[in-house]
């Protein structure tokens, strides 16, 4: 099994939903986060005075996901995540060795 977790705009939130959706993923947890990259933030005005916003806003998904999903996962989240301009995000996967479902006592794929 595979962990995703992608930083992705806040505004493509659901086109990525609900492309994952689409597919078949059936869980992703979401948290909205703040963050900088190459990016490094940018200037706004406010009431007249200039300030520097280190830390955007972004979101943050989380999926755990069959190995023989993985590649249809990360395409679907590319595909839809993708404005072409900078701070489009990143996307990190790494192993999962164990999953339990608390209800159940499930584990393994079967608890994902």
Do not use: C, W
């Not at 995540?81 to 584990?107: H, L, P, Y």
Request: aromatic letters at 6%; zero cysteines.
């Amino acid at each position: 099994m595979k962990q995703i977790i992608a930083i992705i705009k806040p505004f493509k939130l659901d086109d990525v939903r609900e492309a994952l959706s689409n597919i078949g993923v059936q869980g992703i947890t979401v948290t909205e986060v703040r963050g900088f990259g190459r990016q490094k933030g940018h200037t706004e005005l406010y009431r007249g005075a200039e300030y520097v916003v280190d830390f955007l806003p972004k979101i943050k998904l989380e999926i755990v996901v069959n190995d023989n999903m993985l590649e249809q996962v990360t395409e679907a989240i590319i595909e839809t995540a993708n404005s072409g301009k900078i701070g489009d995000g990143k996307i990190f996967i790494s192993n999962i060795e164990n999953v339990i479902r608390i209800r159940t006592g499930e584990t393994g794929p079967e608890a994902v």
